[in-house]
DNA sequence: CGAATAATTGACTGAGATCAACCCCCGTGG
DNA sequence: CCACGGGGGTTGATCTCAGTCAATTATTCG
């Protein structure tokens, strides 16, 4: 029997903000990229990007496909993941707004990673050698830029480290404290991981299968440690969930 | 049999730079950070670095240490690895000249990771602070540091994606080609890398014990694609084992 | 209500970890 | 020079975690 019956993930707390033109300045302030900037430089900015929309599952790039922009995510929450060639996917990071992606230097022809949005997403292209001008004349931008870089090797690393280190079990544990963290919000049910999440997609992230995922899982929620349903996990018991990372 | 006896690695090209004052600048031009710089600009930034040197095997950094420093590798080449709580060590990347490490937001307090000197290292020491200022005030050596973030990055999620989907076999034979493409040399046995690789190193770097590394790099000498020996791996056979690759 | 997709559960299998014995270098000191 | 010792490397036997295959049950949606 599962925790409970529908989804308690909020389904149309679809952030209502759109690509709207008008709210693209405030967006684009809100940035860490462009927080410490003049309007008016904000806005000069503004218009060097174009805006794209994008529903929920819909891929904003593709793996594979020529590199054509770099994308700034302004809203929502996007996927990145690496597909294998047997067919499978690595699920490598989750995007949140301020986070950029795309071929930074001028050499990268092709992306790397299909992704993927998670919620209704607003993205601000631009192409490569535009966005580097922007970072040369716009130190604290390109500082921001690799802050945020810096942090998402730190989480790679981290990843590395588990994939290389840990057993199913603790790798799945730790991907759940991690999404936990980035994306979590409290409910009735315990902590939320904030984006609908099956069993695949985490098999994908730590590298296991649906059936391990499904099993780890199962014997958590009977410890009391998640609770799970259909395409979305809660962390119950976040001390004793740490706890058995530990044991590692 | 081995291939040959003794080692084939340049035991003593210890790279005869050391950390010498007068050395300091010019290896300071040379890094692609100040490529773009006056000289007198390079010379400023010069003064706000401590340089300290260290023999092969000397650690830089300690785990865990509280991370007082950050570091910019001018000579040489380091390895960067992470303790698991069980004693083994993940080798999460090699260093080489030009990449820095260490505290770059002040939030961070300890090193993460162990890094260690494969060979004569000149390290340039400086507070996060500091550093901070030269990137904000020095566009292009911030665009620089996004530049080389972005590729470990890259190179990072490489590593998880192997991590994740490819069996032992290939993991080892990815590492060593991209061991070989970072610290390649050619020489009579072939492709040499660069530094002294234990099968407990490669073991470390893939996730695996030194047992499989053994027995799979022994697989592959015997069908001609590498040569090894105590301490030391050479490819023999780029193309076959490349297209080893290509089989998952 | 069915049809489709997600999740669960069980039985079997296999890649690779673990445990253990042994060999080879290579440095050291008598 | 040789005896010794230790660390890296190899090899084999066994065991186990998790992947695979397969059947069954939930859950959502048209």
């Not at 991981?193 to 780890?216: H, Y």
Request: charge should be negative; proline fraction near 6%; hydrophobic fraction near 40%.
């Amino acid at each position: 029997m599962t925790a409970r019956r529908h989804t308690p993930l909020p389904q149309d707390e679809n952030e209502p903000i759109s690509c709207s033109p008008d709210l693209r300045l405030t967006i684009l302030h809100g940035l860490p990229f462009f927080a410490g900037l003049q309007h008016e430089e904000v806005e000069a900015i503004n218009r060097r990007f174009q805006d794209r929309g994008f529903e929920p599952g819909e891929t904003l790039v593709h793996a594979g496909d020529e590199a054509g922009y770099l994308f700034v995510l302004a809203a929502g929450k996007a996927r990145v993941s690496r597909p294998t060639l047997a067919g499978k996917e690595v699920l490598l990071d989750v995007l949140t707004p301020g986070e950029f992606f795309g071929p930074l230097v001028p050499g990268e022809d092709t992306y790397p990673d299909t992704v993927r949005a998670l919620t209704v997403v607003c993205a601000l292209a631009i192409s490569s050698a535009e966005f580097r001008d922007i970072l040369n004349t716009h130190p604290q931008a390109a500082v921001a830029a690799l802050d945020m870089t810096a942090s998402r090797l730190q989480a790679a690393y981290k990843q590395v480290h588990q994939l290389s280190a840990y057993p199913a079990e603790a790798r799945i544990a730790a991907a759940l404290l991690t999404l936990g963290e980035k994306l979590g919000r409290k409910s009735s049910e315990g902590l939320l991981i904030g984006i609908p999440l099956s069993r695949e997609n985490l098999a994908d992230m730590t590298g296991t299968t649906t059936e391990t995922a499904s099993r780890v899982l199962s014997a958590f929620q009977k410890d009391g440690l998640v609770k799970a349903g259909r395409g979305w996990v809660a962390l119950a018991d976040l001390a004793r969930l740490r706890e058995l990372l530990e044991d590692f």
